[in-house]
């Protein structure tokens, strides 16, 4: 196992008067994709949203690369590499697909840079190329997908936080996200990756956390879970007693 | 006398006049609109507290240049000035209630507008205060016998059109202005992008009471007085521009800004200039009731 790179300690986070996360710890090292499990409301994407900062922990501690990230803003979390793809991908609709693109790198002030990132992206998603002065509302689920990871590429992400990218895709559209999710997985960037498909997610996670109402319920190598009858009645929610 | 080519040639030079203050004014409207979905209602006082500072600041340039040079720095000196009040107004006034429901932040706005306008009555004393230099408002080159386009006249053109080619720039071809266009649809999904959209809110109130405070530059000079209620009227009319050209959109607002001024001329020569103010907000109401969206805005406008 790589080096660990974000280490999240005890994390409470609350909606109003209401516990989202009830002290959950969890570790990504950066030759993994870890995986959050859980049924709705279990508290996946509120731990991506605390993690990118979207979200205020009310206690713990979240580390990342050795610095504590805990209270920082959003746009500082970003500058420290991580970033985080929403769940409903949250494109621009009304931006062109380079638009959407070029704000995906905001922080970098370097212009032949960004043509350069931009051109990668679409050498990775060529249908992201040939649509590229098209409003981002007018592409299809999969390529708005697509347009959403190339955004966050753009970033030249250290960690990455996937929260859902199964969701609203065409079943035959999965299996490519899956193969995209395995080769950034492979060039080196570490995954965090949130998922309601559970098949999916363990298919590709090197490790897994099922949370279940704000608490880790279990965790264990990707492999093993897929196989433990226990992940499946937590994941289903149907756990009947 | 007048022939009707006169007139309608009269009309449309002043209508454009007219148009060019309420597209400025408005442009700070509908990008404020636009990004945080905000009637700001103390626009209006910002563009009278602009012709204030111009003036004052005249009062000190025109010791070194009383003419063309010494009110170009004194607008600029009241750009800088109303950049900074828009963004300190944004900041102790409305950022407390981003969060709260979109009513408050009317009614703070309107209360804005009453604070920023009583402070400058107070300071002025209420009176009308005139404006002299050694531009001449009269110089110009004659069209016909009757009509003259002034140099005053076609310098706002100019500036008004630069303004808007350089905003039109700004908004469509920086990283800001395409930041700008992103947080008006989706606040979070920017943050995520790195970008801190309270920043860029704060920018977009600054520019916005920068090209108000030009307008009221222009103003002093086109009609040499300056009064603390100048505001109020231009404020209705630029924001009803805005409503016209679709408001949150920057196209609309200059176009619904022009519109307006040349409707607003054409109606003062029909039925008499003490229907001017009936005319444009007539106008106002068979807009919102045919096409309440504008003229190039795309998204429904929410009920208050």
Redesign the interface.
């Known amino acids: 196992m790589g080096e660990v790179i974000l280490k999240v300690e005890n994390l409470e986070a609350h909606y109003g008067k209401i516990a989202a996360l009830k002290g959950i710890s969890f570790e990504v090292a950066s030759d993994q994709i870890v995986t959050l499990l859980g049924s709705n409301g279990a508290g996946k994407s509120t731990t991506l949203k605390t993690v990118?900062?979207?979200m205020r922990a009310s206690a713990g501690k979240i580390t990342f690369l050795g610095e504590d990230i805990t209270k920082l803003?959003?746009?500082e979390i970003?500058?420290r590499g991580i970033?985080?793809?929403?769940e409903g991908r949250?494109?621009?609709?009304?931006?062109t697909v380079t638009?959407n693109l070029?704000?995906?790198s905001?922080?970098l002030k370097d212009d032949a840079e960004r043509k350069r990132r931009i051109n990668s992206v679409f050498e990775r998603f060529p249908r992201l190329g040939e649509r590229q002065k098209q409003l981002g509302g007018t592409l299809s689920g999969g390529e708005q997908q697509m347009l959403a990871i190339g955004?966050g590429l753009m970033?030249k992400p250290k960690l990455l936080l996937m929260d859902e990218p199964s969701m609203g895709i065409a079943p035959l559209i999965v299996k490519d996200i899956s193969i995209i999710i395995r080769k950034l997985h492979a060039e080196g960037t570490p995954i965090l990756l949130v998922e309601q498909n559970s098949k999916m997610a363990l298919g590709l996670a090197d490790y897994g956390y099922v949370l279940d109402t704000g608490s880790i319920a279990l965790q264990g190598k990707g492999s093993d879970l897929k196989n433990d009858e226990n992940v499946t009645k937590a994941y289903l929610g149907a756990a009947k007693k | 006398m007048f022939t009707t080519g006169e007139l309608i040639l009269q009309q449309l030079v002043n209508g454009l006049i007219m148009g060019s203050f309420y597209a400025l004014v408005a442009l700070g409207f509908t990008m404020v609109y636009g990004i945080i979905k905000l009637i700001n209602f103390a626009h209006g006082d910002i563009y009278m507290v602009g012709a204030f500072i111009s003036f004052v600041t005249f009062g000190v340039f025109s010791y070194f240049s009383d003419g063309v040079l010494g009110v170009i720095l004194a607008v600029i000196a009241s750009m800088i000035f109303c950049a900074a009040l828009g963004f300190a107004i944004q900041r102790v006034a409305y950022k407390p209630l981003f969060d709260a429901p979109r009513l408050s932040l009317l009614i703070t706005a309107v209360g804005v507008s009453l604070i920023v306008h009583n402070a400058v009555m107070v300071q002025t004393g209420g009176q009308f205060m005139f404006f002299q230099s050694s531009i001449d408002n009269t110089a110009g080159f004659p069209i016909t016998e009757n009509i003259t386009i002034t140099h005053v006249q076609i310098f706002m053109f100019i500036i008004t059109a630069a303004l808007m080619a350089g905003l039109t720039w700004f908004i469509g071809r920086t990283?800001w202005g395409?930041?700008m266009?992103?947080i008006s649809?989706?606040k979070?999904?920017?943050?995520?992008?790195?970008?801190?959209?309270n920043k860029v809110i704060g920018l977009t109130f600054m520019i916005g009471s920068a090209l108000a405070a030009i307008a009221g530059g222009m103003a002093v000079v086109y009609y040499g007085q300056v009064h603390f209620f100048m505001g109020y009227m231009i404020g209705m009319k630029a924001f009803t521009a805005a409503v016209i050209g679709g408001i949150g959109s920057i196209p609309g607002a200059m176009l619904g800004g022009l519109l307006l001024g040349v409707l607003e001329a054409a109606g003062t020569q029909i039925t008499g200039s003490a229907w001017s103010d009936v005319f444009a907000f007539g106008i106002l109401i068979i807009m919102l009731l045919f096409r309440p969206n504008g003229i190039m805005g795309?998204t429904t406008i929410e009920r208050m």
């Open positions: 990118s900062g979207l803003p959003p746009h970003v500058r970033i985080h793809l929403p949250r494109i621009f609709k009304d931006l638009e070029e704000l995906g905001f922080i955004r970033a | 990283m395409k930041a266009r992103a649809q989706d979070d999904a920017c943050r995520l992008m790195g970008i801190n959209v795309k």
